[in-house]
């Protein structure tokens, strides 16, 4: 099913020329009401006028996170506050958090982007969805929920944390549907078999998981600890919150950008360039229809590439691949550059593991060093020749890394449940470095 067929399915040539009108629209727009803006595009010898093709947008300077920590709170706004009727804040993944607004139809156009979400996920009116991303100033917990009540869906108001209480919910509501974390995904259903629970036997058949990297492995453990179909979600505050990508359960393969929305492109993170589409690289937002809070040519920090072929669900977005890793929590460890997700997909998924870890990155003289560390399951831990198995196991994975990545890191395994359980986004990188 599709939300909305005449915008999801536009061919690529009317959907561009859709694109550029409502770019050349924003443009203006943030020229003539953003002080940021007009200064940045004098400053570059840019106008609006030289908008003519999407191509043209190439010549227009970037937005960077920086721009929106030096106007905070309210400066690149560009309505009135008497226009505003939401605020929302970021995680702050990494560093001070960034505020964004949203007007009335914000909230309306983001309502139905997480509306398409819920349908492209198979979900309808007849669906129960338990809600466990943060509600708050986190855009995770209202923007699912606004999208699940438009599908005319059932929405449990869960929020993160609690979870022994979400478990009881899970089981007396009996959701279809549940939306949070992966990493959340993970604790929920370790939780829920401590207590006594059968997690495989809920009456949950989808999950809708995001705002964090994850891996297709992940994925397995997940569908495999829940019983239930896994998808991908993605979105970010500064554009909108979830809802700017998701992938169709047709084909699970990529998240359908809602270019109708959102003009999307791939650059080199290191000097700036355009890449041609399905290049990986850093991807770069222009929102085309916010109206209290547009960006231009905003830097996500996300690396990944864009899927251009057509798909089976008959959707023309094109498709964002899985977010490989942000160019700023890149680990360059002696020389190689490697992404916390990389190294997931190498543990998760080994036999006498479970899929929690996490990766201290200190410094030695010059070096930068890893220790990766990562839990052992329970069955493993109380065997017997317990110590030699797991001697066994930390020399192939030390093996498995320089093999796969070309790192050299420091293995330890761990006591089962001994590292720290996440609710929502999951902290996995100490890094000794910089303290
Ligand atoms: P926030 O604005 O706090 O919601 O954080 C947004 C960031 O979360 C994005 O820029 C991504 O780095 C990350 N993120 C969100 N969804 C996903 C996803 N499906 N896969 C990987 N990373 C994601
Ligand atoms: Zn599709």
Known sequence: MIYNEEFETLPREALEALQLKRLRQVVARVYHTVNFYKKSFDKAGVSPDDLRTLNDLQRFPFTVKQDLRDNYPFGLFAVPMSNVVRLHASSGTTGASTVVGYTKHDIEIWTELVGRCFVAAGLTKNDIIHNAYGYGLFTGGLGAHYGAEKIGASVIPMSGGNTKRQIMILQDFGPTAICCTPSYALNLAEQGRAMGVDMRALKLRVGIFGAEPWSEKMRGEIEKALNLTALNIYGLSEIMGPGVAMECSEERNGMHIYEDNFLVETIDPQTGEVLPPGT?????????????????????????????????????HYRLERIVGRSDDMLIIRGVNVFPSQIEAVLVGID????????????????????????????????ADEIKVIQRLEKSLIKDMKDYLGITAKVKLVEPKSIQRSFGKANRVIDKRKI
């Open 352 to 383: 006498g593991l479970e899929p929690y870890y996490q990766l201290i990155v200190d410094r030695e003289g010059t070096l930068d060093t890893l220790e990766v560390q990562v839990e052992v399951t329970e069955k493993q831990f109380a065997g």
């Open 280 to 316: 990986e690289g850093e991807i770069v937002f222009t929102t085309l229809t916010k109206e209290a809070f547009p960006l231009i040519r905003y830097r996500t920090r996300d690396i990944a590439r864009l899927n251009l072929t057509p798909c089976r669900c008959g959707r023309t």
